[in-house]
């Protein structure tokens, strides 16, 4: 039986400050955004045990995601050095604490949302979104898909809450 996509609304505080490119810039201050994680199945969040965030430039790069999966999933590295990363956190910390993961200070532009999952520090989820920066709060999807050869162990929870209440599964 196939298993079904999980959506978890992450409510992730991403705080990015800059001037906006007008006659005369302005610093707005930081700015909250909402994303929205897709994991590819309720098994792969259960099995994740750290989720992080990373934000690059990608200005000039229109498939940076692209590349900066490519590289990541071959070889557990960057191309490039993150702008800003988030601590690495629990899934289970979107559920009981949304809105409480954050991202330090970012300037306004374009820019490559990566975010990895883990599973006994192995690289088991990754995914990426390029966004433009600024002054309004667009939701963003970020779609995580399974990397490298670590297969899913079966769970009988059927939502990453069943999980993180602390349901044997």
């Keep these: 039986m196939a298993a079904k996509p999980l959506l978890a609304v992450v409510p992730i505080m991403v705080l990015y400050s800059g001037a906006l490119a007008c006659k005369h810039p302005v610093d707005s201050g930081p700015q909250s955004g909402q994303f929205t994680i897709d994991f590819p199945s309720t098994p792969a969040a259960v099995m994740t045990d750290s989720l992080q965030a990373f934000v690059f430039d990608s200005a000039d790069a229109t498939n940076l995601c692209h590349e ?10 960057w191309l490039a050095t993150p702008l800003a990363k988030s601590d690495p956190f629990p899934p289970c910390k979107l559920i009981t604490s949304p809105g409480s993961v954050t991202l330090p200070p970012t300037h306004f532009g374009e820019r490559a949302i990566v975010v990895v999952g883990q599973s006994g ?49």
Excluded: W, Y
């Design 68 to 77: 900066l999966v490519s590289a990541r999933s071959a070889q557990n590295k």
């Design 121 to 169: 520090g192995t690289d088991i989820l990754i995914g990426c979104r390029r966004v433009t920066f600024g002054d309004e709060d667009v939701p963003t999807v970020i779609t995580l898909t399974l990397i490298g050869q670590m297969g899913l162990k079966p769970t009988s929870c059927t939502t990453l809450r069943e999980h993180c209440d602390g349901k044997e599964c």
